[in-house]
């Protein structure tokens, strides 16, 4: 088994400042994964990254965004297409840093697409609140849409978007809502309480790509028995269904317990547990061509590091034991980069993972009924039906 991690640490210059999108969750991920042996496994291969052209970018993003960013990155004032706010300040060398990231991505597709390799990472990469002509949710370049973009430009005719942010992947949807080529799969916590506001049921798809999109839209709360249900009982189905030539995910690791963005409550073993299935489905349906990338994820020392080590594990080969200690240079190294946090002991929480398979009918449950209704909207488009628990 090969896999490609698309790294460098050029990367960790997407850095806003005083903002919850700290590089430092990626620092100690890569640290993490190496003091673990992940990154010296056997067909890993570790590769520096390179930015993406601007006719790259123009593959989904409008050429006068595009000019604004690079006017905003050189130090001038700018609050327009989204740049200049909270969510999204300006920074110096923002550009650059951006399109490094979107290389890195593409290039991570570009690989698997080609047979290069067999799977691949980009775990700086993940921002997919990015819209064609504008910046959103601390994204600047939507690099899943580009890379997406660049596997069919290659021949690919079916390509699914699976994202497990706490946030919907609002950004990937819009770009490629009208196109039957791509299916774009997300689960996140209910559009009614969380940033960005979209993600509903019935956003499914334009009128020439019905059904190709899948909003699980779960409420406050949920735990990782809870979640794990609600993703077996859509996400393998619709999958099966469209049949992928390659499965894109976006691992955005917000939908810890201690996340302080958002109120799902999985534990870092029911995030392992997430990957596992995604690792599973990607051999089942795509003929295990599997691209993954980083995403949001704002307990830097608590959640993300160990999550994306599992998820880096998994895509690399062996999953590794939630009940591994962690080493005592990487405990040091994060107290130093990010004091006063909480340290973790072990890669993982104690979470418990056993999960009751969704069964149809009146339930009183928010989870179940986010299920049903995602497979009222969705599941006929598929031919599949929303009542049986088979599908």
Same mark, same amino acid.
């Given at each position: 088994?090969? *896999?490609?991690?698309?790294?460098?640490?050029?990367?960790?210059?997407?850095?806003?400042?005083?903002?919850?999108? +700290?590089?430092?969750? =990626?620092?100690?991920?890569?640290?993490?994964?190496?003091?673990? #042996?992940?990154?010296?496994?056997?067909?890993? =291969?570790?590769?520096?990254?390179?930015?993406?052209?601007?006719?790259?970018?123009?593959?989904?993003?409008?050429?006068?965004?595009?000019?604004?960013?690079?006017? &905003?990155?050189?130090?001038?004032?700018?609050?327009?297409?989204?740049?200049?706010?909270?969510?999204?300040?300006?920074?110096?060398?923002? /550009?650059?840093?951006?399109?490094?990231?979107?290389?890195?991505?593409?290039?991570?597709?570009?690989?698997?697409?080609?047979?290069?390799?067999?799977? @691949?990472?980009?775990?700086? #990469?993940?921002?997919?609140? *990015?819209?064609?002509?504008? &910046?959103?949710?601390?994204?600047?370049?939507?690099?899943?849409?580009? *890379?997406?973009?660049?596997?069919?430009?290659?021949? @690919?005719?079916?390509?699914?978007?699976?994202?497990?942010? =706490?946030?919907?992947?609002?950004?990937?949807?819009?770009?490629?809502?009208?196109?039957?080529?791509?299916?774009?799969?997300?689960?996140?916590?209910?559009?009614?309480?969380?940033?960005?506001?979209?993600?509903?049921?019935?956003?499914?798809?334009?009128?020439?790509?019905?059904?190709? *999109?899948?909003?699980? &839209?779960?409420?406050?709360?949920?735990?990782?028995?809870?979640?794990?249900?609600?993703? /077996?009982?859509?996400?393998?189905?619709?999958?099966? %269904?469209?049949?992928?030539?390659?499965?894109?995910?976006?691992?955005?690791?917000?939908?810890?317990? /201690?996340?302080?963005?958002?109120?799902?409550?999985?534990?870092?073993?029911?995030?392992?547990?997430?990957?596992?299935?995604?690792?599973?489905? @990607?051999?089942?349906?795509?003929?295990?061509?599997?691209?993954?990338?980083?995403?949001?994820?704002? %307990?830097?020392?608590?959640?993300?590091?160990?999550?994306?080590? /599992?998820?880096?594990?998994?895509?690399?080969?062996?999953?590794?034991?939630?009940?591994?200690?962690?080493?005592?240079?990487?405990?040091?190294?994060?107290?130093?980069?990010?004091?006063?946090?909480?340290?973790?002991?072990?890669?993982? +929480?104690?979470?418990?993972?056993?999960?009751?398979?969704?069964?149809?009918?009146?339930?009183?449950?928010?989870?179940?009924?986010?299920?049903?209704?995602?497979?009222?909207?969705?599941?006929?488009?598929? #031919?599949?039906?929303?009542? +049986?628990?088979?599908?």
């Amino acid at each position: 088994m090969s *896999a490609l991690v698309v790294w460098d640490e050029r990367l960790l210059r997407y850095d806003m400042g005083d903002h919850p999108l +700290d590089p430092v969750r =990626v620092e100690l991920t890569m640290d993490l994964a190496r003091r673990l #042996g992940v990154l010296a496994r056997p067909g890993v =291969v570790l590769e520096r990254a390179e930015p993406a052209t601007d006719d790259m970018l123009a593959t989904v993003h409008d050429p006068d965004y595009i000019a604004v960013v690079k006017a &905003a990155s050189t130090g001038r004032r700018i609050s327009l297409m989204g740049l200049g706010t909270s969510d999204n300040p300006t920074f110096p060398g923002m /550009h650059d840093a951006s399109a490094l990231i979107t290389g890195a991505t593409r290039r991570a597709a570009e690989a698997v697409w080609t047979g290069a390799t067999e799977r @691949a990472v980009s775990i700086s #990469g993940g921002l997919h609140h *990015a819209m064609p002509g504008r &910046a959103s949710g601390f994204c600047v370049y939507n690099d899943p849409a580009v *890379a997406i973009k660049r596997v069919l430009e290659l021949g @690919a005719e079916r390509v699914a978007y699976v994202d497990i942010d =706490v946030h919907h992947g609002d950004g990937v949807q819009e770009v490629f809502y009208d196109d039957p080529r791509v299916l774009t799969v997300s689960l996140h916590e209910s559009p009614r309480t969380l940033f960005p506001g979209t993600g509903f049921p019935d956003e499914t798809g334009g009128p020439n790509a019905p059904g190709s *999109a899948v909003n699980v &839209a779960l409420p406050p709360g949920t735990d990782d028995g809870s979640w794990l249900r609600a993703f /077996h009982a859509v996400v393998p189905g619709v999958l099966r %269904a469209f049949r992928p030539q390659l499965l894109f995910t976006q691992c955005g690791a917000d939908t810890y317990r /201690h996340d302080p963005l958002a109120n799902l409550r999985l534990t870092v073993d029911g995030q392992r547990a997430a990957y596992l299935a995604l690792r599973d489905l @990607a051999a089942e349906v795509a003929g295990g061509k599997w691209v993954a990338s980083g995403g949001g994820g704002y %307990a830097l020392v608590e959640c993300v590091p160990r999550a994306w080590t /599992h998820l880096l594990a998994v895509l690399t080969g062996e999953a590794l034991d939630p009940a591994l200690e962690l080493p005592a240079g990487w405990r040091e190294l994060a107290a130093r980069r990010v004091p006063g946090q909480p340290l973790p002991a072990t890669m993982g +929480d104690g979470g418990d993972t056993r999960f009751t398979p969704w069964v149809p009918g009146d339930s009183p449950d928010a989870v179940d009924r986010a299920i049903m209704a995602t497979r009222r909207e969705v599941y006929p488009f598929f #031919g599949l039906d929303p009542h +049986d628990p088979r599908d």
